[in-house]
């Protein structure tokens, strides 16, 4: 099998290129900025016999979404794998968003995937197979103060995904969402220790997740058959 990473350099990203590399997938990772942290994965999961490629595009513009899939079916002959773990974040007051920042947000997290899963289906429905996994947040569900434009685009992903199921599962196509808690990630590291700590007392496992309880996530939305259209949350039970 033949997978797609978006965002596959850091953190969440790492860790599912890292699984689907030790699983005998071949990987093409994308990044658009961490060239040295892609370079290394690529140079230690190849050591372990891996097949790894990188591939340096940025997929909130469809030009180079384009160039990425070409280079992905040029190097390995097909896509039955995609998943979209791009994204970024800002943390502001609602009031003080500009229009510039909301629409780099929203074309950075849910653009990119509107750009990606659309050009995978392609081949996809030609093939009559294929799974999708979009990582997306807790905040796209329960939505989260001063992070009004992250909310909307992750919301934004979690309905593309449950409307999308509908449309594509005729071609045994399967697509979910998946929407951590917090996890240990770049993305947190603003927090203090005694947030950290804080938070950490509103978990009912009593731990902020790890990037691997994710890739393990995605490792059972691939192997699974009967699953589609589904937001999956793996948070600790912080949200039940």
Known sequence: MVAIVTGGAKG??????????EQNIKVVLNYKTSDQQAKQIKQE???KGCKVEIYKAD????TEVE????????????IDILINNAGISKWQLFTEITEEEWNEVISNNLNSVFYMTQEVLKDMIINKKGCIINISSIWGI????CEVAYSVSKAGIDGLTKALAKEIAPCNIRINSIAPGYIMTDMN??????EIEDIKTQIPLGRLGETKDIAKCVKWLIEDEYTTGQIISPNGGWVI
């Open 12 to 21: 969440i990203g790492r860790a599912i290129v890292e699984m689907l590399a």
């Open 45 to 47: 999961l190849c050591k």
């Open 59 to 62: 997929v909130s513009k469809k």
């Open 67 to 78: 160039k990425l899939i070409k280079y992905t079916k040029e190097t390995y002959g097909k």
């Open 142 to 145: 329960t939505g989260a103060s």
């Open 189 to 194: 590291k603003n927090l203090t220790k005694q």
